[in-house]
């Protein structure tokens, strides 16, 4: 295959130019590592990935293999071309016509041969051939005019016979070009090989956090779908609620309404009845002929309403009224208690169905914390308790641990702590020292601490690497999270909203129990640390 088939065959079809660190994808086509990189990004926002060459779509981002055999093959490629454009960069001395790419250089006559002027060239010893080269003065000593044909090892310098025997590098231990030459090639192939291990540790780092940025956006995306199904199912069950209970607010005051129409029809009868009766009777009452008045045949009509029974009627109606005069409210809060039903399912379709359950464990504390009766506040004393010491109680910190350990699941718990002294809250195994410098939580590798620090700074710590936090922190509550499978403790600042202050990464290997550290009593009062229920 011609150079300039090869060299289109090589070349990348997005950047146009030679692989570099050529990847190929599942469907054969090869691509730059950073080219294809670069058009997968851009894919991610659509989810819809496809190959540049022949568009076959993936299901997945695809994963980037790469091509061992062509990375080598472009390598080459490209230093051989760099040899040629070196090559025909160098033409021949002689041939001042046209020019001719040089094969030689000589030393000696300072001159580039090509195929044909070398043949007819010296022979001779003194006229040294070397590659083509258009510094032939370097190769010759700038002192004495010679050629170059030693190394001194003292001064790291190439020089002539002359400087060897009658010049300043007299006596000084030198050796032949060719030896020293080999001897730096071995110094270079040493870094070259470590620098080969160093970029495939580079790559195999890349990939991995690829692949853990991939996981990372399939989580994320996971959880927002989930996050967006569970909102969407809040508003469904929620708007029902509303119609169901609107629909029996509108149901009882029809009702209600239907029932007060037939009272209130039944009294304008009743009204209009009365109405009539007093004009009678103030007709009646006008008259001045008494037989008259005694022989009107609607007086039987007129009797007295308190013997007709009238309190007896206005009564009825009153306890009618009585009974209708408001909505059944019982059975409207009774369809509104199933946003209980609702709130409970939106608690379970969260991370964590309620808080952790923590209680201290006595055995375990120091002798310098007082433990409360309910077994949730640490409060730091500077009479020392009497309890035995056994192996399991810390001893050389004011340290405490709880009951329960977690092996499993997504938990969280909130602390309450004291504005003064220096405190801290985290997890840790059960496995860690009770006493030295390694059984201070956060100060080794089986623990992980939220502390504030003798200048008021909040800090995280694990495995004695210390991080400052920057925020500033007004809040004396804060929310401890777990997430065991997935590695991760993290510490929440209980403001409103609810701020993220550090997560922690790690592969979990044994139960985590909360703990506790309580500093000094300060002279502004009690140092002291709560789990709230």
Same mark, same amino acid.
């Given at each position: 295959?011609?150079?300039?088939?090869?060299?289109?065959?090589?070349?990348?079809?997005?950047?146009?130019?030679?692989?570099?660190?050529?990847?190929?994808?599942?469907?054969?086509?090869?691509?730059?590592?950073?080219?294809?990189?670069?058009?997968?990004?851009?894919?991610?926002?659509?989810?819809?990935?496809? +190959?540049?060459?022949? #568009?076959?779509?993936?299901?997945?981002?695809?994963?980037?293999?790469?091509?061992?055999?062509?990375?080598?093959?472009?390598?080459?490629?490209?230093?051989?071309?760099?040899?040629?454009?070196?090559?025909?960069?160098?033409? +021949?001395?002689?041939?001042?016509?046209?020019?001719?790419?040089?094969?030689?250089?000589?030393?000696?006559?300072?001159?580039?041969?090509?195929?044909?002027?070398?043949?007819?060239?010296?022979?001779?010893?003194?006229?040294?051939?070397? *590659?083509?080269?258009?510094?032939?003065? &370097?190769?010759?000593?700038?002192? @004495?005019?010679?050629?170059?044909?030693?190394?001194?090892?003292?001064?790291?310098?190439?020089?002539?016979?002359?400087?060897?025997?009658?010049?300043?590098?007299?006596?000084?231990?030198?050796?032949?070009?060719?030896?020293?030459?080999?001897?730096?090639?071995?110094?270079?192939?040493?870094?070259?090989?470590?620098?080969?291990?160093?970029?495939? &540790?580079?790559?195999?780092?890349?990939?991995?956090?690829?692949?853990?940025?991939?996981?990372?956006?399939?989580?994320?995306?996971?959880?927002?779908?989930?996050?967006?199904? =569970?909102?969407?199912?809040? #508003?469904?069950?929620?708007?029902?609620?509303?119609?169901?209970?609107?629909?029996?607010?509108?149901?009882?005051?029809?009702?209600? /309404?239907?029932?007060?129409?037939?009272?209130?029809?039944?009294?304008?009868?009743?009204?209009?009845?009365?109405?009539?009766?007093?004009?009678?009777?103030?007709?009646?009452?006008?008259?001045?002929?008494?037989?008259?008045?005694?022989?009107?045949?609607?007086?039987?009509?007129?009797?007295?309403?308190?013997?007709?029974?009238?309190?007896?009627?206005?009564?009825?109606?009153?306890?009618?009224?009585?009974?209708?005069?408001? =909505?059944?409210?019982?059975?409207?809060?009774?369809? =509104?208690?199933?946003?209980?039903?609702?709130?409970?399912?939106?608690?379970?379709?969260?991370?964590?169905?309620?808080?952790?359950?923590?209680?201290?464990?006595?055995?375990?504390?120091?002798?310098?914390?007082?433990?409360?009766?309910?077994?949730?506040?640490?409060? #730091?004393? #500077?009479?020392?308790?009497?309890?035995?010491?056994?192996?399991?109680?810390?001893?050389?910190?004011?340290?405490?641990?709880?009951?329960?350990?977690?092996?499993?699941?997504?938990?969280?718990?909130?602390?309450?702590?004291?504005?003064?002294?220096?405190?801290?809250?985290?997890? +840790?195994?059960?496995?860690?020292?009770?006493?030295?410098?390694?059984?201070?939580?956060?100060?080794?590798? &089986? $623990?992980? $601490?939220?502390?504030?620090?003798?200048?008021?700074?909040?800090?995280?710590?694990?495995?004695? &690497?210390?991080?400052?936090?920057?925020?500033?922190? /007004?809040?004396?509550?804060?929310?401890?999270?777990?997430?065991?499978?997935?590695?991760?403790?993290?510490?929440?600042?209980?403001? *409103?909203?609810?701020?993220?202050? @550090?997560?922690?990464?790690? $592969?979990?290997?044994?139960?985590?129990?909360?703990?506790?550290?309580?500093?000094?009593?300060?002279? $502004?009062?009690?140092?002291?640390?709560?789990?709230?229920?």
């Amino acid at each position: 295959m011609a150079s300039a088939d090869l060299g289109e065959e090589l070349l990348c079809s997005i950047c146009l130019s030679t692989f570099k660190d050529p990847v190929i994808l599942r469907c054969g086509h090869n691509f730059c590592r950073v080219c294809i990189g670069r058009v997968l990004d851009t894919q991610d926002e659509s989810g819809v990935y496809s +190959c540049p060459e022949c #568009r076959e779509e993936f299901q997945e981002r695809p994963t980037l293999t790469r091509n061992i055999n062509l990375h080598n093959v472009a390598e080459r490629f490209l230093i051989t071309q760099q040899e040629q454009e070196e090559i025909t960069g160098i033409c +021949c001395t002689y041939c001042v016509d046209s020019p001719v790419p040089a094969v030689r250089s000589c030393l000696h006559c300072e001159a580039s041969l090509c195929d044909k002027h070398l043949r007819s060239h010296n022979k001779s010893a003194e006229h040294v051939l070397s *590659d083509p080269s258009t510094s032939l003065e &370097k190769r010759k000593c700038s002192v @004495h005019k010679e050629l170059l044909k030693y190394y001194c090892t003292r001064d790291a310098i190439c020089i002539c016979v002359s400087c060897s025997l009658i010049g300043k590098h007299k006596g000084h231990k030198m050796e032949s070009l060719d030896e020293a030459s080999e001897k730096k090639k071995k110094i270079w192939r040493n870094v070259l090989q470590k620098l080969i291990i160093k970029r495939e &540790k580079t790559e195999e780092r890349v990939r991995s956090l690829e692949e853990r940025r991939r996981k990372a956006e399939e989580k994320a995306a996971g959880e927002a779908e989930r996050v967006t199904a =569970l909102c969407t199912d809040i #508003r469904r069950r929620v708007d029902d609620l509303e119609k169901k209970v609107l629909s029996e607010i509108s149901r009882q005051e029809k009702e209600e /309404s239907l029932s007060l129409s037939a009272l209130i029809h039944q009294l304008e009868i009743k009204k209009d009845e009365l109405s009539r009766k007093m004009r009678h009777i103030e007709e009646l009452c006008n008259m001045t002929d008494p037989l008259t008045l005694l022989q009107d045949p609607d007086t039987g009509d007129l009797c007295d309403p308190e013997e007709e029974g009238g309190d007896e009627d206005t009564g009825g109606h009153d306890k009618q009224l009585h009974d209708g005069d408001d =909505l059944d409210v019982a059975v409207i809060s009774h369809t =509104l208690h199933t946003l209980c039903e609702v709130i409970s399912g939106i608690r379970s379709g969260i991370y964590v169905v309620s808080p952790a359950d923590i209680l201290l464990d006595v055995t375990t504390a120091a002798n310098s914390l007082l433990i409360s009766d309910d077994l949730k506040t640490a409060t #730091r004393t #500077r009479e020392k308790q009497k309890r035995p010491e056994t192996e399991k109680r810390f001893h050389d910190y004011p340290q405490v641990m709880s009951r329960r350990g977690f092996t499993s699941g997504r938990h969280y718990w909130d602390v309450e702590s004291s504005r003064s002294g220096v405190w801290g809250v985290g997890m +840790c195994y059960p496995s860690i020292d009770r006493r030295g410098r390694q059984s201070l939580i956060g100060d080794n590798n &089986k $623990s992980w $601490s939220l502390a504030t620090s003798n200048n008021n700074q909040y800090l995280v710590i694990h495995d004695r &690497k210390v991080i400052q936090l920057p925020d500033k922190i /007004s809040s004396d509550r804060f929310r401890i999270c777990l997430d065991y499978e997935a590695g991760q403790l993290s510490f929440y600042e209980l403001c *409103d909203p609810i701020r993220h202050l @550090h997560t922690f990464t790690a $592969s979990f290997s044994e139960p985590l129990h909360a703990a506790l550290c309580v500093g000094l009593p300060s002279y $502004s009062g009690e140092v002291w640390i709560t789990i709230c229920s």
